[in-house]
């Protein structure tokens, strides 16, 4: 599919993944990379366009259609807009099998066959996985879990002993029945990680415990930093 969605909770570096893998599609070519992040408030006409003021979308077609190389248009956060209303009646035509042209605001437009689509969510935030079965069905969708070889290899050359943290963090993420909540290696990735494991636990970690286990007092407690400060350290 040309419409890929990296799916999976905070702190898996999903934005990453998704530059990295524009940034190899179009090395060495002529094609552009562009990000835009869909809200609440994202709508067709600021998608699409409205009468004689084209949208986003719409813009970033008519430059790939200048090139000859793929070009990408990275949607961080596709599912907090419902997605089906963005993109309308565009929808059908991302399969791209037949000629896709459509009139949209009465001018001409279609999608050139040099466009990739990658987006960014968080399952089951704000309208569910997707809203709109239609929309579902023009994506693959490529979940990004928790990747402790990652943390671990990051660590390889810090002062920081990694293990004790990824056996605590393995442990709560099998605890938590939510994958939207599974808690990301992202919040560990820096070099001085040793001097502020402290603050990034009880200031960054414990709120998305907090909210993992909402209904259960003495689990969220289990895993202050008072705690687990000696696993977390040693």
């Known amino acids: 599919k040309r419409q890929i969605i990296f799916y999976g909770p905070s702190g898996t570096d999903k934005t990453f993944m998704a530059q990295q893998l524009a ?4 090395d060495g070519t002529d094609g552009i990379v562009q990000l835009v992040q869909f809200h609440a408030g994202y709508t067709y006409d600021k998608f699409i366009g409205t009468g004689q003021k084209p949208g986003d979308f719409h813009k970033f077609c008519t430059k790939a259609a200048q090139r ?18 963005v993109f309308g009646e565009l929808l059908a035509q991302l399969d791209r ?6 009139l949209i605001k009465q001018q001409a437009f ?4 040099n466009v ?23 994506f693959a969708l490529i979940p990004l879990l928790p990747n402790y070889d990652a943390l671990r290899h990051f660590h390889r050359d810090t002062d920081f002993q990694v293990d004790g943290l990824v056996r605590t963090l393995n442990q709560i993420n099998s605890l938590v029945e939510n994958p939207r909540y599974l808690i990301g290696i992202t919040y560990f990735l820096r070099k001085d ?12 970690v414990e709120p998305c415990i907090e909210e993992a286990f909402y209904n259960d007092v003495e ?16």
């Open 219 to 234: 689990k969220v407690e289990s895993f202050r930093w008072n705690k687990m400060k000696r696993r977390l350290t040693r």
């Open 68 to 85: 000859t190389g793929p070009s990408v248009l990275i949607i961080d956060e596709i599912n907090r807009a419902d997605l089906g209303a």
């Open 23 to 26: 940034r190899g599609l179009t």
């Open 110 to 113: 279609s999608v050139p066959s």
């Open 97 to 102: 099998e037949t000629d896709n042209s459509l």
């Open 193 to 204: 990680l040793s001097q502020h494991i402290e603050e990034i636990w009880r200031f960054e």
């Open 116 to 138: 990739f689509i990658i987006g960014t969510m968080v399952p089951g935030k704000p309208v569910g996985l997707f809203s709109d079965s239609v929309a579902r069905r023009r």
